[in-house]
């Protein structure tokens, strides 16, 4: 009986001692702290967010750029690759004609000479390397 007198005191005592535990806490306050670390942690992942998609903007942005500035100088290039292959067949088949003209080469080699220089040109200019 006795050792159950002691179980009951000690509980009261436990009970009390939680009971003004409980009492001193400010629940208020706890509510607060938490909601507060719960809300700054909200604005960090939507601050973060924000700051992803400025950066991926701004990657796009410049991927943009980059591209029209590499398509100006393929443009660039391309062109002066025409102009430059312009220039040479003209002046082969200037070659081909002002060598024809002093019978430096017979009529069977001019057209073989004008044929492939045709040709030449024909794939040269059709194909998937030149965009103009």
């Not at 702290?33 to 601050?47: L, P, V």
């Not at 903007?57 to 100006?72: M, P, R, S, Y």
């Not at 060598?99 to 040709?119: E, M, V």
Request: glycine content about 6%.
């Amino acid at each position: 009986m006795e050792n159950n007198t002691e179980n009951t005191e000690s509980k009261d005592n436990n009970s009390t001692l939680l009971i003004e535990l409980l009492k001193s806490i400010n629940v208020n306050a706890l509510v607060e702290t938490i909601t507060n670390f719960f809300d700054k942690k909200a604005d960090r992942e939507a601050r973060s967010q924000i700051e992803r998609e400025k950066i991926g903007e701004t990657l796009e942005v410049e991927k943009l750029k980059a591209q029209n500035e590499f398509n100006k100088l393929n443009l660039q290039f391309t062109t002066r690759k025409f102009w430059k292959e312009v220039i040479i067949l003209i002046i082969i088949m200037g070659s081909v004609l002002l060598l024809s003209y002093y019978d430096k080469i017979d009529n069977c080699t001019l057209g073989t000479l004008f044929g492939s220089i045709i040709g030449y040109t024909i794939g040269n200019f059709n194909s998937n390397n030149f965009r103009g």
